[in-house]
Structure formats: C-alpha cells, structure tokens
C-alpha cells in the first residue's frame, strides 16, 4: 500500500443523533480523510443489563447511571439511520464504513455492501464473531488493545480456518484506555507485530494528541484510526479523547507530509531540489593574499570560501607545491588552469 490509509472514527460520537452524524460527516470529508467509521450494534446483543460502565465511561458521561446498557441503547443506529448515513457519505464522496459488535451485525454490514471489516479490540476473543467475519471472505482490519501475541495468533488461525489469507488482514497496534497514557503506548510493539506475524501493520490511536498516530507512520504503520468529535466537552464515552474537527485535519496533514517524506528510495544523493544550493552553500579554494606568477602554493596561501563552484577543499593536498602559472589577487578563486 502507497498510502496511508486515514481512517476517522466517529464511532458513537453522534450521541445517537442522526444530524450530529452528518455534521460529523462533513468534518470528516474537510479533513481529508479516506474512510469515516461508525459502529454498528444493538446493546441487547453486545452487552448484558446488569454490565457496568468502564471507569472512563461514568468519568466522561457522569450522569450518575452506571449501567452500560442503557447507555449503548441510547447510542444505537437503527437500519434507517445506516441506510441515510451510506447515502449522505455518497454525496460527500467519502467512503462509508462501520464496526459491527456481534454475528448478526458481521452479517448486516456484508449485505450493505461493506468491503472490508474492522474487528474491535474487544472482540478479538470472540470465536463466532471472527467466524463469521471469516466467511464473508473480505479484507480485515484487527485492533489488538489489550491483547498479548498470543491472542493475535489465536484470532488469526481463527480468520485464516475459516477462509481468509494473512495477506487479507491488517493488524492495528492499538491500547483500550481512553485517553492512553503516553507511557502506554509501546508504539515499537506495531513493529514486533510487523515482524511476528508478517502482515499489514497500522495503528489505532486513544492518546490526546495527533503526536502519536503521525509517529506511527513514520515507523511505517499503513492505517491509522483515531477518534474524532465535534465538541470535546459533549457528554458520551469517546469525545474526550476524540479530536475535534481542527485537530483532525492537523493530524491528516501531518501525516501526508510525513508520507512524502519518507517515501524515498532511501539512497542518500542530493535531491532535485537542493541540488542548486550546493555551488552557495559549500565552498571553494581562494587566495587569501595578493600572489605573483611563479608563487609555490603552501598552506598559509589558501582559504575555503564560498560560493563552492571552483576547486573543492576535499582536493587541498592537489594544490598545495603547485606553481601559480598568473598573478592571482587576494580572495581570487583558484582553478586548475591558473596552476
């Protein structure tokens, strides 16, 4: 892959509205970014009534209800609402995308037409699910927080049973605290993915920041995901550690800069350029004083100064014994013809 693929993950930063989903939409589509990814669940399939909030979760919401469920439930896009978002990123021309949470959300997202899947951090155990994503037999991307190498093999030998090729998967280097602790983050782990299991590599990003996902890339991630919102400060689980439109479209310029600049051969020669800076940045070989024909240059006779387009200073010991063959005058540039 040439470039970086940008995935922007409004994920439930909608807060279950349709009209904040657009509006997160357009943001999108004035970053730049390549694919806009929400999530795709029913809480009665992913989680059961009595489940509690993570820590962050009740930090972000903190609106004293701890059940999980009830917050999903809010955050939940129903049939219609997928089939207006598909058709409003089609009016945009930024590509759709979503993150199913269960079997029957896998099986939901293949009949929409969706070309690839994402599986979740937290559904890299779940034997069904990387079943069923399996058997519709299109590409995967994989998010790995909280997960050893152990669980990625035992996930992969799961998507590679049931039909897919590692070269179809994509592993993403990622950590499920929200915002991550920079101390977390162990970035070189993407490339201990890299070399273990010999796939596409990229990273998901819960830090605060863009510093982070655009030091991926220049260790070579392929994808990056980062959440974004609107507003920081609007209630919901994700928003706090989301970038807000500005910071977004930062991030993808950062990136793409980063991609030019490491898209090189890796031969070190001048570039194109700076090739015209060579002759007045370097120097050349003068006189630093006033000197007759017939003079024998010695050390004390010469100086480097620029501009660089006469004799190089790497070529000092050639001069030095040579006979000057014409007057030459302080701070003239010396040439071989003139020896």
Not at 235 to 241: E, F, K, L, M, Q
Request: with cysteine; proline share 4%; aromatic share 6%.
């Amino acid at each position: 892959m040439d470039k970086v693929i940008i995935i922007a993950e409004a994920g439930v930063n909608h807060n279950g509205d349709i009209q904040i989903a657009k509006k997160l939409i357009d943001a999108a589509v004035e970053a730049g970014v390549d694919y806009v990814k929400f999530q795709t669940f029913k809480a009665d399939n992913l989680v059961s009534k009595s489940a509690k909030k993570a820590t962050y979760q009740s930090v972000n919401i903190n609106d004293g209800d701890d059940s999980q469920y009830t917050m999903l439930k809010n955050l939940e896009l129903s049939h219609e609402n997928h089939l207006e978002l598909i058709s409003y990123c089609s009016e945009r021309n930024i590509n759709f995308f979503s993150t199913a949470f269960d079997v029957e959300g896998v099986k939901y997202l293949n009949d929409l037409g969706l070309t690839f899947f994402k599986i979740p951090s937290g559904e890299i155990t779940n034997y069904p699910y990387l079943k069923a994503v399996a058997q519709c037999k299109k590409p995967v991307i994989m998010s790995t927080g909280m997960c050893s190498e152990k669980d990625i093999e035992n996930a992969l030998e799961v998507l590679v049973k049931f039909g897919l090729s590692k070269e179809m998967v994509s592993i993403l280097h990622c950590n499920t605290e929200y915002p991550t602790p920079m101390k977390d983050v162990n970035l070189k782990a993407m490339l201990s993915i890299k070399e273990k299991f010999k796939t596409q590599i990229g990273y998901s990003d819960h830090t605060l920041g863009i510093e982070v996902p655009v030091a991926a890339v220049a260790l070579g991630a392929q994808i990056i995901e980062k959440h974004f919102t609107l507003d920081k400060t609007l209630s919901g689980p994700d928003h706090v550690a989301s970038l807000e439109p500005h910071e977004l479209k930062e991030m993808v310029l950062a990136i793409r800069n980063i991609e030019k600049a490491i898209s090189g051969d890796g031969e070190k020669v001048p570039s194109k350029s700076e090739t015209k800076n060579i002759a007045i940045a370097r120097k050349s070989i003068h006189l630093n004083k006033n000197l007759p024909k017939g003079h024998i240059l010695t050390d004390d006779d010469l100086i480097p100064l620029r501009p660089g387009d006469g004799i190089s200073p790497m070529e000092w010991e050639k001069v030095i014994g040579k006979k000057l063959i014409v007057d030459k005058i302080e701070f003239d540039k010396l040439s071989f013809s003139d020896i």
